[in-house]
């Protein structure tokens, strides 16, 4: 694996590691002095080791720290310089991120970093690879977005789960007044959800007893371990541990298999549906690529795993933090429950299901201001393939990774005003003159990139706004969703692969009076 590097550089890059780490070690209280976590000021940068000390200082906040840093800049741009001279671009320009997202979206791919940083978990799946094989994945997946697959996901999949699952577990904790971790609650939801309609599988993640299932705990791991690799200052310190299976990358591995051997038996099951059956009642994203040509078991379950990542995380993420905020904004939760009286959600069909939650206007403005605050995805990375100057004047260099920041954007008062800080879903909203209604107002997707943008916006990103919206429907009218946090206390924000809410979130479940 060390073909590319000679004996030189390699003692070089041993050198520098050992260095850094004893310099933080031991240093740590002049760092503090030089460094201080909450400067917006550029941080200082070294030869050899560039901004290495700063970024190691700040690597459990990265998300704010750098925000900070690049909405402080008159660009809304800064160059982060890593050992060895190598760069990274981070941007919260939305001129910037249209130039790369979509004007010279062939310029700025995945690249090699990235999709060999991630191969281990997510292969050759659509969310790690570029050119012909993104454009297949794709194109086979948009099928399972169109409308009949949507109107049976919320009016079917969703509103079973909900109904049968979800419900009952919060209804037996306000009865027994029991805390549930509410992040765990909804990603297990998601989980259960993205199986069914993208697999025809329901793993039973969100049965009453909450089992532990073994690939759900795995899965978890190799996510957050993964996503770790991008955080090492120098990569070879990751490659020299999955070289000798020691550490966090002998626990990754070990994550992988179970990941992977879940997946492969999903496929496999689907495969022997599939030769058993000469027509489908339904047909799920796994039958479309099976029956497409492709029955190659590691492509296959790359997909599986991709999918798993993209419905598990995102919606999961996205509700833990709604809940959070209209709990502090009882005027907003007020609102929202005016709007779901209104439609009285009475289901007759998988149809009226789907028209009644893709109308709420109001609740869908809550959660764009909820995304905008805290995103399912607060950082995207992509890699220059070639020599380019952004708009803002940025040289980008071939080679240079190139960082969008969509959390820093939801922070910027260039595009949100000075009330950027406050949770106010009405910004999103305008009356109609003549109803008296409300009207969304979209933002512009390169302002608010929560979904990517350009070729590569979010396929699912309508599925995920009516789960949101139809949990959202059935959770708020029969419960209060009430944090369990320390006064004058508020939630950690932390990223992995997507955001997370730091060590779960604790909440209390009051039943409303009907």
Same mark, same amino acid.
């Given at each position: 694996?060390?073909?590319?590097?000679?004996?030189?550089?390699?003692?070089?890059?041993?050198?520098?590691?050992?260095?850094?780490?004893?310099?933080?070690?031991?240093?740590?209280?002049?760092?503090?002095?030089?460094?201080?976590?909450?400067?917006?000021?550029?941080?200082?940068?070294?030869?050899?080791?560039?901004?290495?000390?700063?970024?190691?200082?700040?690597?459990?906040?990265?998300?704010?720290?750098?925000?900070?840093?690049?909405?402080?800049?008159?660009?809304?741009?800064?160059?982060?310089?890593?050992?060895?001279?190598?760069?990274?671009?981070?941007?919260?320009?939305?001129?910037?991120?249209?130039?790369?997202?979509?004007?010279?979206?062939?310029?700025?791919?995945?690249?090699?970093?990235?999709?060999?940083?991630?191969?281990?978990?997510?292969?050759?799946?659509?969310?790690?690879?570029?050119?012909?094989?993104?454009?297949?994945?794709? %194109?086979?997946?948009?099928?399972?977005?169109?409308? +009949?697959? =949507? @109107? *049976?996901?919320?009016?079917? &999949?969703? #509103?079973?789960?909900?109904?049968?699952?979800?419900?009952?577990?919060?209804?037996?904790?306000?009865?027994?007044?029991?805390?549930?971790?509410?992040?765990?609650?909804?990603?297990?939801?998601?989980?259960?959800?993205?199986?069914?309609?993208?697999?025809?599988?329901?793993?039973?993640?969100?049965?009453?007893?909450?089992?532990?299932?073994?690939?759900?705990?795995?899965?978890?791991?190799?996510?957050?371990?993964?996503?770790?690799?991008?955080?090492?200052?120098?990569?070879?310190?990751?490659?020299? %541990?999955?070289?000798?299976?020691?550490?966090?990358? +002998?626990? =990754? @591995? *070990?994550?992988?298999?179970? &990941?992977? #051997?879940?997946?492969?038996?999903?496929?496999?099951?689907?495969?022997?549906?599939?030769?058993?059956?000469?027509?489908?009642?339904?047909?799920?994203?796994?039958?479309?690529?099976?029956?497409?040509?492709?029955?190659?078991?590691?492509?296959?379950?790359?997909?599986?795993?991709?999918?798993?990542?993209?419905?598990?995380?995102?919606?999961?993420?996205?509700?833990?933090?709604?809940?959070?905020?209209?709990?502090?904004?009882?005027?907003?939760?007020?609102?929202?429950?005016?709007?779901?009286?209104?439609?009285?959600?009475?289901?007759?069909?998988?149809?009226?299901?789907?028209?009644?939650?893709?109308?709420?206007?109001?609740?869908?403005?809550?959660?764009?201001?909820?995304?905008?605050?805290?995103?399912?995805?607060?950082?995207?990375?992509?890699?220059?393939?070639?020599?380019?100057?952004?708009?803002?004047?940025?040289?980008?260099?071939?080679?240079?990774?190139?960082?969008?920041?969509?959390?820093?954007?939801?922070?910027?008062?260039?595009?949100?005003?000075?009330?950027?800080?406050?949770?106010?879903?009405?910004?999103?909203?305008?009356?109609?003159?003549?109803?008296?209604?409300?009207?969304?107002?979209?933002?512009?997707?390169?302002?608010?990139?929560?979904?990517?943008?350009?070729?590569?916006?979010?396929?699912?990103?309508?599925?995920?706004?009516?789960?949101?919206?139809?949990?959202?429907?059935?959770?708020?009218?029969?419960?209060?969703?009430?944090?369990?946090?320390?006064?004058?206390?508020?939630?950690?924000?932390?990223?992995?692969?997507?955001?997370?809410?730091?060590?779960?979130?604790?909440?209390?479940?009051?039943?409303?009076?009907?």
């Amino acid at each position: 694996m060390f073909a590319y590097l000679d004996l030189s550089t390699l003692l070089l890059y041993c050198i520098i590691a050992f260095l850094l780490f004893y310099l933080i070690n031991n240093l740590d209280s002049i760092f503090n002095g030089l460094f201080p976590s909450k400067a917006c000021k550029l941080p200082k940068s070294f030869p050899l080791v560039g901004m290495s000390f700063s970024l190691l200082k700040n690597i459990h906040q990265f998300s704010d720290w750098s925000a900070n840093i690049v909405n402080s800049q008159p660009s809304s741009t800064f160059i982060l310089h890593w050992v060895l001279g190598q760069r990274q671009i981070i941007t919260s320009n939305p001129a910037n991120v249209q130039h790369i997202l979509k004007t010279n979206f062939h310029i700025y791919q995945k690249g090699t970093f990235g999709s060999r940083t991630m191969y281990d978990f997510l292969g050759h799946g659509i969310f790690n690879v570029d050119g012909d094989s993104w454009k297949f994945q794709r %194109q086979l997946s948009s099928h399972e977005f169109n409308t +009949k697959s =949507l @109107r *049976k996901f919320v009016g079917t &999949v969703v #509103d079973t789960e909900l109904s049968n699952r979800l419900v009952p577990i919060l209804d037996k904790a306000a009865k027994k007044k029991e805390i549930l971790d509410f992040q765990d609650i909804l990603q297990r939801f998601a989980f259960d959800n993205i199986c069914d309609i993208a697999f025809g599988y329901d793993p039973e993640y969100l049965l009453p007893s909450l089992p532990e299932a073994k690939f759900a705990v795995a899965f978890e791991d190799a996510t957050t371990l993964i996503s770790k690799r991008f955080r090492h200052i120098i990569p070879l310190v990751w490659k020299l %541990q999955r070289f000798f299976d020691i550490g966090p990358e +002998k626990e =990754l @591995r *070990k994550s992988i298999e179970q &990941v992977r #051997d879940f997946a492969r038996k999903v496929m496999m099951e689907k495969r022997e549906e599939l030769q058993e059956k000469s027509e489908l009642q339904s047909v799920d994203l796994l039958s479309r690529f099976l029956s497409s040509g492709h029955s190659d078991e590691v492509f296959v379950t790359d997909i599986v795993i991709s999918f798993i990542l993209a419905g598990r995380d995102t919606t999961s993420a996205a509700l833990t933090w709604f809940f959070y905020l209209i709990a502090n904004h009882p005027n907003v939760e007020n609102e929202i429950l005016a709007e779901i009286n209104d439609k009285k959600f009475e289901k007759t069909s998988e149809s009226s299901v789907y028209d009644e939650v893709k109308d709420m206007i109001y609740t869908h403005a809550a959660l764009c201001e909820s995304m905008r605050l805290y995103p399912p995805v607060p950082t995207d990375g992509k890699q220059a393939m070639e020599d380019d100057v952004l708009p803002d004047g940025t040289h980008v260099k071939k080679g240079d990774r190139v960082l969008y920041h969509p959390y820093a954007m939801g922070r910027s008062e260039k595009i949100w005003g000075s009330d950027w800080p406050v949770f106010r879903p009405e910004r999103w909203l305008e009356r109609d003159s003549v109803t008296g209604k409300w009207c969304f107002v979209g933002r512009d997707q390169y302002s608010y990139p929560v979904f990517q943008a350009g070729p590569r916006v979010c396929l699912g990103k309508e599925m995920a706004f009516l789960q949101m919206k139809r949990v959202v429907s059935g959770v708020l009218p029969m419960f209060r969703v009430i944090p369990v946090i320390e006064k004058g206390k508020k939630p950690v924000f932390v990223s992995y692969l997507t955001s997370k809410m730091h060590g779960g979130f604790p909440v209390r479940i009051q039943e409303r009076d009907l």
